[in-house]
Structures are given as C-alpha cells and as structure tokens.
C-alpha cells in the first residue's frame, strides 16, 4: 500500500502546481525526456498530464461471479440456547459457586439458597401426614361400623371422601417439596440450585450474601446460561437489497478478530419490521461456534446469489488504496485522468482483481497508479 503522503499527492494534486516551476527540460544532448508534468484541473479528481502516452492503459477484462451483498453485523446468543437458572425457593445467598463468563456443566452447583419457603413448605407436608393418617384410621372404623349396621351408606361415603381429600393434600405438599429440591426423609432450610444446561453464564443477579427469588427480589431467575456452540450474526440489511436474500440462503462470514478465518452460516430468519431510521431489516444467521466467536463480535457476512453477474477484472496495481476506499485513474481525454471509485472484489490468478461496481468490462484503466506517483514525486 502507498505511504499516505504519497497518496495525497496523487490525490490532491495541488502540490504539483507548486512544483511545475521546477520541472526539468527536455535535454536535446542526452535525449532524455523530461518527466510528465501533472496539472490539476477544476474539476474534482481530474488529472492533465503533458505526455499521457507515458502511462500504459489497459482494458478491463470480464468474470462472471455470483452476485454479492455484504452486510455488517454482530454476534448473538442463540435464545433457543439461552436458559435461566431460577431459584423458586425465596431468601438469602449463603454459598454461591459460579460467577459471570464462567462455564458451566450440566448439574453443575451454582449456589445455595437459605429459604423460609422450605421450612413452611415442610410444615405444611408434616401436617398433611397427620391428617391423612387420621382420615385413613376414620374411614378404616367407618367401613368396620357400616359391615356391622352401626353406620349408614352416607357416613361411609363422607368419610372416604375425607380421606381421598387428606390424601389429595399429601401428594400436593410432597410434589411441592419435590419441586424445592427438599428430601422428605432429610429435610433442610438449604435449597441448591444446579446448572439446567452447559455453557457460559452471560448473566448473572445474584452475589453472595445477597436476596435472590421473586418474594426479595421480583425475579426468580439468579444467573442465564448461554449454549454458544451454535450462534447467531444479526446483519443490517438495506431495503433495496433484500430481493437478494431469502430464508435458507448461505453466508460467508468473515471476523473483524480473525479476517483468515472464514465461516459458513445459514439465514434463518428476515425481519418483519424496517427500521425507519436507516431503512434496513434485521437478517439473521445461524452459525456452528469453532470457539472463536464471541458475544458482541464484529462480523462481514457476503450473501451469494443464485445468478451469475459479469464484473470487471484489473490488474491489481491499477487500484490506489487510499483512507479504506479503492480508486481507479481512467482516461478523460485531452491528456487528462479521470480518478473514479470503485468495489473492489476478490483476487485472481496473475495478480488480477474483481471490481464488482465503478467501472464496467471494457473500460480502460491506467495499469499502474506507483508509475503515477513516480512521476509526481519527480516534479
């Protein structure tokens, strides 16, 4: 690439009229020609030269590629993938085992929750043994008293309905402490909390010593897990290029992080909704994780479409990099350069570039923009 000064002289062109006086003449003797002068003229990125012919031209060939779109966007938790790690048992952090980024495993102990809901939940599932067990013994002499005459059908059914209801209520406060976390047989005022999933905690509501569940805190939830194995690129779509994308469509990713290492993903979703702002629609991609994608990441995702579209192919030294745009010099006629952006595209065989918008197969470009800048410099 140029230095930058180099370029601004290519570019801005007003330091060569500065050096126009200093120009070296033509030397009859030696028969060495003086170098080309560089005028700049009124018009914006137009160059007039005393000997265009110095410059070699060439014509832009042709490939047909498959038409691209790029579009930028960001890395995001799948949320199919996301899980809350909730704690339904109220009260204090006493032990906590995990923290925010760290991964986890599957059943993996996060934290340890001290919660009168467990003690009550307890209370409730004792007194609900005591009742059963008198309901049970009060319909066992119900059935005794109505086989011997002592009591009438509707007493027998009243008391087996006592017991049906006692034993109702004994399976429900044994299903609540099962949904604590509470041994029946080993009781405590301690709920553990566990991983559901394995992956990473991207979020995290509790510390230790800290209240954590809805009574305290309004939320049950107490860390989210992220299974980033399979993530999500969110790109901003224009809305003059969506006929270009369709749901299934594949995607070539490349990381700002890692520009040599290239990824495949799958559009899964086109937003419904533009945002009036800026006028683009939210394409989402599905990508498998090789574990170098991150939350928040920057990526360029190239949709390929279906159709091939024939671009222009030039020599590479034709092109002036210059502040992260691409520059192309054609001629303007009457000794004069015409400098034009450009797209450039991928790279060929034989040191040749794609340009895939500011010129068209055919046009003739200047092959090489340092024999330019040579010249320059030599004023």
């Given at each position: ?157 009243q008391a087996e309905d006592t017991e049906k209801d006692a034993q109702a209520d004994l399976t429900a406060a044994e299903e609540q402490l ?202």
């Amino acid at each position: 690439m140029m230095k930058a000064s180099t370029l601004n002289i290519v570019c801005g062109l007003a330091a060569c009229l500065a050096l126009a006086g200093c120009q070296k003449k033509f030397d009859p003797a030696s028969g060495a020609a003086s170098p080309t002068q560089v005028v700049e003229t009124s018009n914006t990125g137009l160059v007039s030269v005393d000997n265009p012919r110095q410059f070699q031209v060439v014509a832009a060939g042709q490939v047909n590629t498959p038409g691209k779109l790029n579009a930028t966007g960001s890395v995001f938790p799948d949320i199919d993938r996301e899980v809350p790690v909730i704690s339904l048992a109220s009260g204090r952090v006493v032990d906590i085992r995990a923290r925010l980024d760290d991964n986890v495993k599957k059943g993996q102990l996060l934290l340890k929750v001290q919660s009168p809901d467990i003690t009550n939940a307890f209370d409730v599932y004792l007194k609900a043994v005591n009742d059963e067990q008198v309901a049970n013994k009060a319909y066992a002499r119900a059935q005794d008293l109505f086989a011997h005459g002592a009591i009438s059908q509707a007493m027998l059914e009243q008391a087996e309905d006592t017991e049906k209801d006692a034993q109702a209520d004994l399976t429900a406060a044994e299903e609540q402490l099962k949904t604590l976390g509470v041994d029946k047989s080993h009781p405590s005022s301690i709920e553990n909390v566990y991983a559901p999933i394995s992956g990473v905690i991207v979020a995290q509501n509790v510390t230790n010593a800290a209240a954590t569940g809805v009574t305290y805190t309004g939320s049950s939830t107490a860390f989210t897990i992220a299974d980033l194995s399979q993530v999500w690129i969110v790109c901003d779509v224009y809305e003059n290029d969506l006929p270009k994308v369709h749901l299934g469509q594949q995607a070539r990713l490349v990381l700002d992080a890692y520009p040599n290492q290239p990824l495949t993903g799958r559009i899964s979703d086109i937003g419904p909704v533009l945002d009036p702002a800026i006028r683009t629609a939210k394409v989402r991609i599905e990508v498998r994780n090789p574990g170098i994608l991150k939350l928040g990441m920057f990526v360029t995702a190239t949709f390929f479409s279906r159709a091939d579209e024939a671009h222009a192919v030039i020599p590479a030294s034709a092109i002036l990099h210059l502040h992260d745009r691409d520059w192309v010099f054609i001629p303007a006629g009457e000794g004069k350069f015409q400098r034009v952006e450009v797209t450039a595209g991928d790279m060929f065989a034989g040191n040749q570039q794609e340009i895939l918008s500011g010129i068209a197969p055919g046009q003739q470009v200047v092959k090489d923009v340092l024999q330019l800048e040579a010249t320059v410099e030599a004023q």
